[in-house]
């Protein structure tokens, strides 16, 4: 057995799924965004977040840890919004935001038009703060 490494992960999220990477380090302004998804808004992309996992090879077979360490979300060229313009917006979920996100005072609009809650550890960014790349 080959002593166990911490690894370093982005995770791209998009709408119905996500993509991961291995990094160096956890620095969002040393991300490079996927460009054609920037460029497409019906590839889903919405953003991207961090976090890290014990990997350790077994016999030659790479055995992963769980996820530890998640970063808030880079949601990529949303919009917040409080919770009283949500609400304006959509009067007959006030019901359902009051018993699933009790806490959830901002949300965020985001790139595909998909409403979630924006938590403390959430960021909103535009995306020319990023290198795009060219695929």
Same mark, same amino acid.
């Given at each position: !057995?080959?002593?166990?490494?911490?690894?370093?992960?982005?995770?791209?999220?998009? %709408?119905?799924?996500? &993509?991961?990477?291995? @990094?160096? %380090?956890? *620095?969002?302004?040393?991300? %490079?965004?996927?460009? *054609?998804?920037?460029?497409?808004?019906?590839? +889903?992309?919405? +953003?991207?977040?961090?976090?890290?996992?014990?990997?350790? !090879?077994?016999?030659? %077979?790479?055995?992963?840890?769980?996820?530890?360490?998640? /970063? +808030?979300?880079?949601?990529?060229?949303?919009?917040?919004? /409080?919770?009283?313009?949500?609400?304006?917006?959509?009067? /007959?979920?006030?019901?359902?935001?009051?018993?699933?996100?009790? &806490?959830? &005072?901002?949300?965020? @609009?985001?790139?595909?038009? @998909? *409403?979630?809650?924006?938590?403390?550890? *959430?960021?909103?960014?535009?995306?020319?703060?990023?290198?795009?790349?060219?695929?």
């Amino acid at each position: !057995m080959i002593e166990p490494t911490v690894k370093q992960y982005v995770e791209f999220l998009y %709408e119905r799924h996500s &993509n991961t990477q291995e @990094i160096q %380090e956890r *620095d969002p302004t040393k991300i %490079e965004l996927p460009g *054609d998804h920037i460029r497409r808004l019906h590839s +889903g992309f919405i +953003g991207f977040r961090f976090f890290d996992r014990l990997e350790a !090879m077994v016999e030659g %077979e790479v055995l992963k840890g769980d996820r530890k360490k998640l /970063s +808030g979300i880079f949601y990529i060229d949303g919009q917040v919004i /409080s919770k009283e313009e949500y609400l304006a917006r959509h009067p /007959s979920l006030k019901g359902l935001i009051a018993y699933n996100f009790p &806490n959830a &005072n901002t949300f965020v @609009i985001t790139r595909t038009g @998909i *409403d979630k809650p924006l938590k403390e550890e *959430d960021r909103v960014v535009p995306s020319h703060q990023f290198t795009v790349s060219s695929v």
